[in-house]
């Protein structure tokens, strides 16, 4: 029992750490390649957990030797473009002024309810609104729609938008986060005046505040603070 | 981006460098436990039995601990063998230590 553990404790961070060296987060994001890989990892690491006499160097070698072979080689692809190419392949336009290609969705062997599917998920429910769209690299689809069927913007509609910029947490379930309060150019002092203007004596009772840099806020104390 | 590249080749290199250096170890280790084996007697299998004990730690860290023991057990035998039985011990021995020799080279054997 305690061997599996502390195996399991082991592999964890190893893996944790060559993910993080690997520098991706989100499956949905990742190439071809990189999903392998993630896919290797999660299979070889559960080897040496599962089975306490085969050594833990045959876990912990092979993560390491996926993931640094995973950042030599995008770092490679990144500037070959041909190589890049051979190892993710190119994006397929699918949709042609609201028109399916379908020997490109059969080259694929995507199904039209796959492509449906993607279009309703973007919030596209006729597809002759769509000027052109891709299957990107990733598996993902993108589109462009066409002009007279995109969101009117504030431009357009010749509105001057209220001033604001993004914004940044400076309290986090009590905490300040000093670096983002300098980022938005205020100070501590302002800060206490804007607790003490919500009702709340000490940052400690504040379980959320973000502000941008025109003073802006969102306020959020902690459930039984004074 | 640069960091994580350097660290990336850094480690693709030394993993190989330090399996060769094991593997030049593990080669001595079996090379010296099969010295003192084939001397015959149950002193030398004692003294070959110690020597592996003492190495388990790297050996273990290379080799699946059922090759390692297996080698533990045929020494342990071999130290309470008598006669014609100090001969089949001296075989066994030198046989699985073949094994935990080649086990982590690289062949068409072992990587087929």
């Known amino acids: 029992m305690l061997v599996p553990f502390i195996r399991t404790l082991i592999l964890y961070i190893v893996i944790i750490a060559a993910v993080r060296l690997m520098g991706k987060r989100q499956v949905g994001e990742m190439q071809p390649g990189e999903l392998v890989v993630t896919i290797l990892v999660s299979a070889v690491a559960s080897v040496p957990v599962q089975d306490i006499d085969i050594p833990l160097s045959h876990g912990v070698i092979p993560i390491l030797t996926l993931m640094s072979a995973e950042v030599i080689i995008s770092a490679f692809s990144q500037r070959h473009i041909r190589f890049r190419r051979l190892l993710s392949g190119n994006p397929v336009q699918v949709i042609s002024n609201g028109m399916l290609l379908e020997k490109e969705i059969e080259k694929l062997r995507l199904s039209l309810d796959d492509i449906m599917a993607a279009l309703r998920l973007k919030g596209i429910f006729d597809i002759r609104d769509v000027e052109m769209a891709h299957i990107e690299t990733n598996g993902q689809l993108s589109i462009m729609l066409k002009g007279e069927k995109h969101p009117a913007t504030l431009k357009d509609l010749g509105i001057k938008p209220p001033q604001s910029g993004p914004f940044y947490t400076v309290i986090s379930d009590g905490h300040i986060i000093a670096s983002n309060l300098k980022t938005i150019s205020k100070d501590s002092q302002w800060l206490e005046k804007v607790i003490r203007a919500n009702g709340v004596n000490d940052p400690s009772q504040v379980y959320f505040m973000c502000a941008d840099i025109f003073g802006s806020i969102v306020f959020c104390k902690k459930e039984g603070a004074n | ?112």
């Open chain 2, 1 to 112: 981006m640069k960091f994580k590249v350097i660290v990336a080749c850094a480690i693709i290199i030394c993993i190989p460098l330090a399996g060769a250096f094991l593997q030049f170890k593990i080669g001595q280790y079996c090379d010296t436990v099969l010295e003192y084996s084939l001397e015959g007697n149950e002193e030398s299998f004692s003294q070959a039995r110690d020597f592996w004990l003492s190495h388990q730690n790297i050996l273990t860290s290379l080799i699946t601990h059922e090759e390692v023991d297996n080698v533990t057990l045929a020494l342990e035998r071999a130290c309470a063998a008598e006669g014609e039985e100090l001969e089949e011990s001296q075989r066994e021995i030198a046989g699985l230590l073949e094994i935990v020799r080649n086990f982590d080279h690289p062949d068409i054997r072992s990587i087929f």
